[in-house]
């Protein structure tokens, strides 16, 4: 059974539940004792220390202007928006369509002094194709091998969930839905993998201002059908879903399921940062 995954505040990366700062970006993780907070964020209202760049509830940039209320149609919530979508570290499409540019020129001026007319020297057939550029960016994790056995045994489901944890974690977004769509015709029932589907379209989210809103509310459609399918109660749907209503701007819907993290088990890490959420994200009366 694949293991549901958390998600970073501020670049939308995978988290561990004992990770205390993103592995991504290097943005703290809220933890419950956290010390006294010094600096008010300007979306939120929530205190951080004093020297943090991003809000460690919201994952706004420290100074940013407060959102309007629910329900008004406004612009995503000040977020700091890496290339690509991915990390600092990621390759974004501009940087490598210019480094592309940079390389073709001076591979022209080579081939002007060492062939003048004369004709170039064949290329050959074989040369696999490019990836797409959306598909450009950190690859951690070797992807043939999964590709073949997927191909290979279309018909079996833990090499598809194995393909699409990968695609996940080297941040190919849109292959990474695709994936786990497959997977879950074959296991419609498994909250975890549909947790993480969600995940992918709140990361989609994260890189696609336009696109924005209609992305988190898909999120938001799949973590719940995971929460309403598991045989019992699943906390880190449930956790999520505060965080991608949270970012919805929608505060009621959002501590409704930071309550709901909280009730099935308060002692657990998701437990106690799901109370400190709710504790920082009041509901106006």
Known sequence: MAVAKLVCGDCGGALAQSDVRCPSCGASIEKAGAPPQQAACGVCGQQNASGEEFCLSCGARLGARPPRRPGKSQKPAGQPRKPGGGTAGSVGVWQVISGVAVLALLSYLVYLQIWGTKPPPPISPAAPESPPLSDIGLKSVD?????????????????????????????????????????????????????????????????????????????ANAMEEAFNSAPRPHQPSAFNLGVVYLHLSDLEESNKWFRRAVEINRESDLGKRAQNLITQHAVPQ
């Not at 990968?166 to 292959?175: E, F």
């Not at 379209?201 to 209609?214: H, I, K, L, M, T």
């Open 143 to 219: 992807l043939k091998p999964l590709e073949d056995a997927v191909r290979n045994r279309p018909s079996d489901a833990g090499a598809q969930l194995m393909l699409a944890n990968a695609l996940h974690d080297n941040r190919m977004m849109s292959r990474a839905v695709d994936a786990y769509r497959k997977y879950l015709t074959m296991r419609p029932k498994d909250p975890d993998a549909r947790t993480d589907l969600g995940i992918c379209y709140f990361q989609q989210a994260q890189a696609d201002s336009v696109n924005r809103e209609s992305l988190l509310h898909e999120a």
